[in-house]
């Protein structure tokens, strides 16, 4: 799930509040941030592209969120979780009622979602747990579920009878990897966390807002906690031996803040591709000539996505704004030349006007290619 990016939007927006800017591309210049909602001209531009986020957290049919998700002419990936420590949205742990609720916005989407499962995890040590999660999932693959997410509660939460924290590349989890592969679908790995989880804070890093709202994740005080280092390398493990699972890295596969690391992996794994889901300040930090450079040398592995999400409770009017926002914040950085402000640091950044034939690939085709069925799955 996504606290992290939400605290960057509540930032945004307390910043936006009562003095949002309707942009336009004739209005932005080297001195005048761009911010606010699409302009005509650019929802225009951002709708030809067949937009795709593959990373949300949609568990309302609302109307706001459909009446959106058509204007911007966008499909989502629904990811299904499972959390126990989650304060914020306390009724929203159950797994059957999440994954019902999600389900349910697939269907009345009109063809705008499709849905990423889960299992499990706190159950790893039952008899016949393996058995049970892929019975679950194929039961979702049935009705048209086109992946399965692992989430950072395996290597930063649960523990076994010794008290170590379980890794991603456990035995116990090696039949659900190979039921995802023998079925053709993807699974979607957030592992870890950004580094300065494990650092001392730091008010200026992107992630400062997430980990003070969140104790339970700031691993940089908790005694044993796996290192970074130690989960990601059981990823690497798990993408080793399943060399026939497509695998795709939540949140630049948590590599957030080594670019040449990331690399690194891509050119290592084939099966291989990362999803840039509220690691967009992270991108905007970068030297504008290197992350594009980045992003054109590995423009067939990179996947649009937020981590945006909608929950019963959120006011819906003001949440599909604020997906709105998202969107048309994160085309400008990567579609445009417009100045754009980075919410952590204040730092402005130019966009970086990425020609169209990347924009495509990162906003729809690598989607559908990592993601086989994600526009038919809900038909
Ligand atoms: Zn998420």
Not at 136 to 153: P, S, T
Not at 185 to 193: M, S
Not at 323 to 345: I, P
Not at 359 to 378: C, E, M, Q, T
């Amino acid at each position: 799930m996504k606290r992290l990016v939400l605290s960057l939007l509540l930032i945004y927006m307390a910043g936006a509040c009562g003095k949002q800017q309707q942009s336009s591309p004739s209005a932005s210049s080297a001195t005048a941030p761009v911010s606010g909602p699409f302009s005509s001209q650019e929802l225009q531009e951002f709708t030809a592209l067949d937009p795709i986020d593959t990373h949300t957290h949609a568990y309302t049919s609302n109307p706001d969120l459909f009446a959106m998700l058509d204007r911007l002419n966008l499909h989502i990936l629904d990811i299904v979780i499972v959390v126990d420590n989650d304060k914020t949205h306390a009724t929203w742990t159950n797994f059957f009622r999440v994954r019902k609720a999600a389900w349910g916005v697939v269907h009345n989407s009109a063809g705008h979602a499709s849905l990423c499962t889960t299992f499990d995890p706190y159950k790893f040590n039952q008899p016949d747990f393996s058995k049970n999660a892929v019975r679950e999932i194929n039961r979702d693959f049935a009705q048209g579920a086109v992946a399965v997410k692992i989430w950072k509660n395996i290597g930063m939460e649960i523990k076994d009878a010794k008290g170590n924290y379980i890794l991603p590349d456990n035995p116990v989890f090696g039949p659900i990897y190979k039921d995802i592969a023998a079925h053709h679908k993807t699974l979607i790995a957030h592992v870890a966390d950004p580094n300065t989880i494990w650092e001392p804070p730091n008010p200026t890093s992107p992630d400062y807002s997430y980990y003070m709202e969140h104790p339970e994740w700031y691993m940089y005080n908790k005694h044993h906690a796996a290192s970074k280092e130690r989960i990601l390398l059981a990823r690497d493990h798990l993408l080793e031996e399943n060399p026939n699972l497509r695998v795709v890295g939540a949140h630049l596969g948590s590599m957030e803040a080594n670019f040449n690391q990331l690399a690194q992996r891509l050119d290592r794994y084939p099966n291989f591709a990362v999803d840039l889901a509220a690691r967009m300040p992270y991108m905007m930090l970068q030297p504008r000539a290197d992350i594009i450079a980045f992003v054109t040398k590995y423009q067939d592995r990179l996947i649009y996505a937020t981590d945006n999400e909608f929950f019963p409770t959120d006011n819906a009017q003001k949440t599909a704004l604020v997906w709105e926002d998202q969107y048309a914040n994160d085309w400008r950085f990567l579609a445009t030349n417009d100045m754009l402000v980075e919410q952590s640091s204040g730092r402005k950044v130019q966009g970086l006007a990425l020609p169209q034939s990347v924009l495509r690939k990162l906003y729809h085709d690598n989607a559908v290619k990592w993601f086989p069925g994600i526009l038919g799955s809900s038909h």
